[in-house]
């Protein structure tokens, strides 16, 4: 038996191995598609695992490769019932597949062709259209809010990082959507109190905590969540979207400056401004560039003030 198996391996070896080494050696070109065929292979098999891992076909497949290694050890063992129940199992087995994942396999041919298909290659939205796309559902959201005025907090995140803010609250890392961004602000539930953080296109975190402006002009009707919507957007560069939970009247702070009573269309044009054009309008360079002239101007101003005062001291 020992014998009959090595001849099998030499032969296999022989016959596959050698003469597609030798191939490759007449043709080195065939060095690049073996590399582009098994780094696909590997790519499909990876997101075939990743898509079927927390379903009932991943135990299917553990089911199959089971009776595929008993089939294999009952045929090299001489186990000849065994072996031909096993095969005879595995014929008429695909047939038993198709007819019990027939829901799963008409699922995952209808995506074929659909805009489903480019995510599971990875390849996702333009990021310009998924922004704008967040944009509008915040604004869905905002006006639903307004309509049962009911009190909500959304913070978008621009160039600066709200990590250190986002940890403050309970991390959800889901899509944006308008019924997620509603059923977050419900009185009485455990995350209603606080802000929800957006970035990265994904809604970061619910509950937030946010630094409360100390600015006394402020109209003393703003509550706290008006309060902590201009404290963030004067601490860093993002856009806080604020519903009275009195008046329902939709806010927004930007740059230390509440715009109030903002109507949908206006809301919307004010967000795809600050969030959009603003991060994507102008070429980076061009950005960097303007972002330096500000800095460095403001680093003059300082240096002005600094020495009129010194001046001042002096007299």
Not at 180 to 190: A, D, K, Q, R, W
Not at 224 to 248: C, F, L, M, P, W
Request: proline letters at 2%; aromatic letters at 6%.
């Amino acid at each position: 038996m020992e014998n009959d198996f090595l001849a099998v391996f030499q032969n296999f070896w022989k016959i596959n191995v050698v003469n597609y080494l030798n191939e490759l050696q007449e043709n080195p070109f065939r060095v690049v598609m073996l590399a582009l065929d098994i780094t696909i292979v590997i790519f499909l098999v990876y997101k075939f695992v990743k898509a079927t891992r927390n379903s009932r076909v991943w135990q299917l497949i553990k089911g199959i490769v089971l009776l595929i290694i008993l089939t294999a050890v009952s045929g090299w063992l001489h186990l000849d019932i065994l072996n031909y129940l096993l095969t005879s199992v595995m014929t008429y087995g695909v047939i038993a597949m198709i007819v019990i994942f027939q829901p799963e396999l008409r699922r995952a041919l209808e995506q074929l062709g659909t805009n489903k298909l480019t995510k599971f290659f990875g390849i996702d939205k333009d990021i310009i259209t998924k922004t704008k796309e967040d944009v509008y559902k915040i604004v869905i959201a905002a006006e639903e809010l307004s309509k049962n005025k009911t009190g909500g907090l959304i913070v978008i995140e621009r160039e600066i990082k709200l990590k250190d803010i986002a940890e403050t609250g309970v991390e959800i890392g889901a899509e944006v959507s308008p019924q997620l961004l509603v059923n977050l602000f419900v009185p009485n539930t455990p995350l209603h109190d606080g802000a929800v953080v957006i970035a990265n296109n994904k809604i970061e975190a619910a509950a937030c905590i946010l630094p409360l402006t100390d600015d006394k002009e402020l109209a003393k009707e703003l509550g706290t969540r008006h309060r902590a919507g201009i404290g963030i957007s004067k601490e860093t560069d993002a856009i806080a979207v604020i519903v009275s939970e009195e008046t329902g009247k939709i806010s927004i702070a930007k740059e230390g400056t509440l715009i109030a009573d903002l109507k949908e269309e206006a809301l919307k044009k004010i967000l795809i401004k600050a969030v959009v054009t603003s991060r994507f309008g102008e070429e980076t360079g061009v950005k960097a560039q303007r972002i330096k002239k500000i800095k460095a101007k403001f680093q003059d101003k300082k240096e002005q003030n600094k020495e009129e005062n010194k001046k001042e001291e002096n007299k």
